[in-house]
């Protein structure tokens, strides 16, 4: 089989986006790329690398196999190999964590022989040392220090191979001037850095490597935060944006943020976004509805001046997002679920990059004076323990001209609330007979499942096999939907049927619906667009899983980030010719991780 090349423009856009700690596009390209007939090994390789990035183990295995790759000799190939075991092994414990070590380091090894290359020596070494095998892994590491490309690293992953091997010979400070010397390094992006934090804290906390010096390197290793911004819109005014834009270098500057998320109203939104691309960062779009009904609310009412500005961040932006597929309906929490979402985005990409985030608001000082706005922003960020840099509000002219919604809506009420479908794969083919059974065994679960939830239940209902429930909780929502899961699987059948049934599936999505009485029934009832997408995820997730959109993945981030993780599982063409999605996996939080990000377009959610 051929090695592992690259040259074609989809692997050099894979390889860009895995520099950028952006396991989401790689997949999504490979995985496009594959399925249109590229049979190329670099591809498959990024796929497989990408789903065990996500912390997809599993599946990166079965691809792994599926794909040849097992019988490729080459380094690459090989170290995934390596890869693979290893993170069977930080999920193991005993005697199966210690073997699972043995062949990473094996697998490593096995890739070291081939070129001497110190990228799977130095694994092949803390994998030795982790399994155990102390004096093995010393003599790797005192390898890989004699490798010219070490002796005089050219790139971070060499200087950082180099601190990785004075580690583990006990040689702490030289290692911190290791680090220094691979943070200098042209191409010392946020994912690599995050990368090597990571291996570092784990060889630090899991296996007793380095001295009191360890927090300090940590520390310095661990990569910038990741922004979350907000602020006020005012009309142009050129000389109170320039002093506003110098404390923003300035606070980008301390906080070395690279990387943001946030609308682009006119004001303090635009001018954060222009100097985060000013020095090449990475600007995500988040709007909290249609974009022509966002110009009109939020960019004109400061003047022509921000149109230009406005249309050049989007340009410039590495995604951009639409919070909702509705326009503009004069409701305040549109903006607020566009801010929301913002802050929960940079949650998963900050615990995707092992650092934090930070919201960074230009505000006044005032308190709220509606359901949205900059001070709501604030209140809401420092609600969840957020950190937080506060620029104050210059002397600007805050007298907008703001014009009425086209859609304005002065109908039922609208609330932010979570809204789950499940239904039975199979139930179509039950007998008569097995009826009885499914509504006492299956559908009666599940009743007792909302009823430990109590008043968090805001609605429910039910025909056939199908469940809609809606939740005012996040955190609340996602508790019952692994319960059902986990009280399906804890069922036991006395019918042929049900126990031949395949199962339940189930979706969850967040955002803002119609809360109603229905005109039929005279029960209180939800609807609205937001509703009829969670019925088109339903039907594509797989028999005893769970599939969330990335709205209520990032709002999980926010809401409960210990208790829950999101695991990204592609992008998903919904049911009845209802586009695609992001789609992530809900577990509880020890099975699984997720994060997020987008690739450069113009995305509904």
Not at 584 to 601: D, H, I, P
Request: hydrophobic share 45%.
């Amino acid at each position: 089989m051929p090695a592992l090349a690259s040259g074609t423009d989809v692997v050099a856009a894979a390889e860009a986006a895995r520099r950028k700690a952006d396991p989401l596009t790689v997949y999504d390209l490979a995985a496009s790329a594959l399925a249109a007939g590229r049979d190329e090994p670099r591809l498959k390789y990024l796929q497989v690398l990408a789903l065990a990035q996500l912390g997809d183990t599993g599946r990166a295995e079965r691809l792994y196999r599926q794909h040849g790759l097992d019988k490729l000799d080459d380094e690459d190939a090989l170290a995934l190999k390596g890869r693979l075991a290893k993170e069977r092994a930080l999920a193991a414990s005993g005697e199966e964590r210690l073997a699972h070590f043995r062949a990473a380091s094996e697998a490593y090894l096995a890739a070291f022989a081939l070129r001497s290359g110190y990228f799977p020596g130095i694994n092949a070494a803390t994998t030795a040392w982790a399994a155990g095998n102390h004096d093995t892994a010393r003599e790797l590491a005192l390898a890989v220090l004699d490798n010219p490309d070490v002796i005089r690293p050219a790139s971070f992953y060499a200087a950082a191979s180099r601190a990785e091997a004075l580690l583990l010979l006990g040689r702490t400070a030289e290692a911190g001037d290791a680090v220094g010397a691979a943070l200098a390094q042209g191409d010392a992006g946020a994912g690599d850095r995050a990368s090597a934090y990571r291996q570092f804290a784990w060889l630090h906390e899991s296996e007793g490597v380095g001295d009191e010096g360890m927090a300090a390197l940590l520390a310095r290793l661990r990569p910038p935060p990741v922004l979350t911004f907000c602020g006020h819109m005012f009309r142009a005014d050129e000389a109170a944006e320039n002093a506003l834009a110098t404390r923003i270098a300035a606070e980008i500057d301390r906080l070395g943020a690279t990387i943001a998320y946030g609308a682009l109203a006119c004001g303090a939104d635009i001018l954060i976004a222009e100097e985060i691309l000013r020095r090449g960062g990475e600007l995500n779009v988040v709007l909290p509805f249609a974009l022509d009904d966002f110009v009109r609310a939020s960019v004109l009412p400061g003047g022509r001046e921000w149109m230009e500005r406005f249309e050049t961040c989007l340009a410039g932006a590495a995604s951009t997002l639409l919070a909702t597929r509705t326009a503009y309906v004069g409701h305040d929490e549109q903006f607020s679920y566009g801010s929301m979402l913002s802050m929960g985005l940079a949650r998963l990409r900050a615990g995707q990059l092992s650092t934090y985030a930070v919201q960074l608001a230009i505000w006044d000082g005032e308190e709220a004076g509606g359901g949205a706005g900059t001070a709501v922003d604030v209140a809401a960020w420092s609600a969840q323990g957020g950190a937080a840099r506060t620029i104050p509000l210059p002397d600007v002219d805050r007298d907008l001209r703001r014009a009425r919604p086209e859609a304005a809506y002065s109908g039922p009420a609208r609330a932010m609330r979570s809204i789950i479908f499940t239904d039975f794969a199979g139930f179509s083919r039950l007998s008569e007979s097995a009826l009885p059974e499914f509504w006492r065994e299956v559908m009666g679960r599940i009743g007792r499942v909302l009823d430990r939830q109590g008043a968090a239940v805001c609605g429910r209902n039910t025909w056939g096999d199908a469940l809609f429930a809606v939740i005012d909780d996040i955190a609340t929502a996602a508790e019952i939907a692994l319960d059902i899961r986990d009280s399906m699987r804890e069922a036991v059948f006395t019918d042929r049927d049900l126990q031949a049934g395949e199962g339940m599936r189930i979706g969850i999505h967040f955002g803002p619906i119609y809360q109603d009485v229905d005109p039929v029934t005279s029960a209180p009832t939800f609807y609205g667009s937001e509703v009829t997408l969670t019925a088109r995820v339903e039907p594509k997730v797989p028999t005893g899983k769970i599939y969330v959109t990335q709205p209520f993945a990032a709002m999980l981030a926010s809401a409960a980030p210990d208790r829950f993780a999101s695991r990204y599982v592609g992008r998903i063409e919904l049911a009845k010719n209802y586009g695609q999605l992001p789609m992530y996996q809900l577990e509880r939080a020890s099975k699984a991780s997720g994060c997020s990000s987008e690739s450069t377009k113009v995305e509904l959610l």
